[in-house]
């Protein structure tokens, strides 16, 4: 009696999910921040729905503990968390800083809809040195100024995010193969439903509103916590030089997908 009570149970709920429409929203790090999953939560999805277990976000922590539990790389983790939540039919959003690779992307694509916003490279670049500088908790905090972060090899990363979230390729494959790493991620951006870009993200929504029959309303989204010193990096032409120099793999890929196939 249970199990026909839970299968019932089971029933109603992908019944249920198969008519709410499904969106995972990449978000990369410094590109319109959580506001924007908030915003787009509240303009997709009923009280109901979206108050629910059927939305919900990549655990990072969790990952990070799992990660240093089983020696897997802690990206590798997000995303096993994100192919399992598309694959369940008990989710109809899901979101959060986590990869989104071509296997990944042209497995669920059908079923999912991926969007993504993204920004400026070297802007973001200094976005996220500078935040993550001045955020008060200790999660991933950094400590260097920024002349000691461009010149370190441990942020050769940053520089390269759109390709590591994009080609399914690591760190060490992307810096040493960048044409490669180019040509995968915008070929697994173009499999996105709706790429929207920061400088111009009111009409990205507009544009989903008007598609779709959303009510999607675009909050403020994250300030810098240090805005003179984002004044003062971008004033130096130097470091400027520096920056763009770190994002080349970045720039390549932000204006592919900026001058070809914005949408």
């Known amino acids: 009696m249970l199990n026909k009570i839970k299968d019932f149970s089971k029933r109603k709920i992908e019944k249920f999910v198969e008519g709410q429409p499904k969106f995972v929203f990449t978000h990369v790090p410094k590109c319109a921040g959580s ?3 908030i915003s787009l939560l509240n303009g997709i999805y009923s009280n109901l729905v979206k108050n629910s277990p059927l939305t919900t976000g990549i655990d990072t922590k969790l990952a990070y503990k799992i990660s240093n539990i089983t020696g897997v790389n802690e990206q590798t983790v997000r995303e096993i968390q994100l192919a399992s939540y598309l694959a369940s039919g008990r989710k109809v959003f899901v ?5 989104a690779s071509p296997k990944l992307v042209a497995e669920f ?15 973001r670049f200094i976005s996220e040195f500078v935040y993550n500088t001045y955020k ?12 000691e972060y461009i010149s370190t090899d441990k942020m050769l990363k940053s520089g390269v995010t759109y390709a590591r979230f994009f080609s399914g390729m690591s760190l060490e494959e992307i810096l040493t193969d960048q044409k490669t790493a180019i040509e995968r991620s915008v070929e697994n ?4 439903y709706k790429i929207g870009f920061l400088n111009d993200l009111d009409s990205w929504i507009t544009e989903l509103n ?17 805005k003179d010193l984002v004044e003062s990096i971008i004033a130096d032409t130097v470091k400027v030089k520096r920056i763009r120099e770190l994002c080349k793999v970045d720039l390549a890929i932000y204006e592919s997908v900026n001058n070809n196939f914005c949408r």
Do not use: A
């Open 35 to 37: 506001s924007l999953s």
């Open 95 to 99: 979101t959060g800083h986590c990869y």
């Open 109 to 123: 694509k059908n079923d999912w809809k991926f969007i993504t916003v993204l920004r400026e490279p070297t802007e």
């Open 136 to 147: 008060e908790q200790d999660w991933k905090k950094n400590t260097m100024d920024i002349s």
């Open 189 to 192: 951006l173009q499999n996105f």
């Open 210 to 226: 008007k598609e779709l029959g959303f009510n999607i309303k675009v909050k403020n989204t994250n300030s810098s916590p240090n």
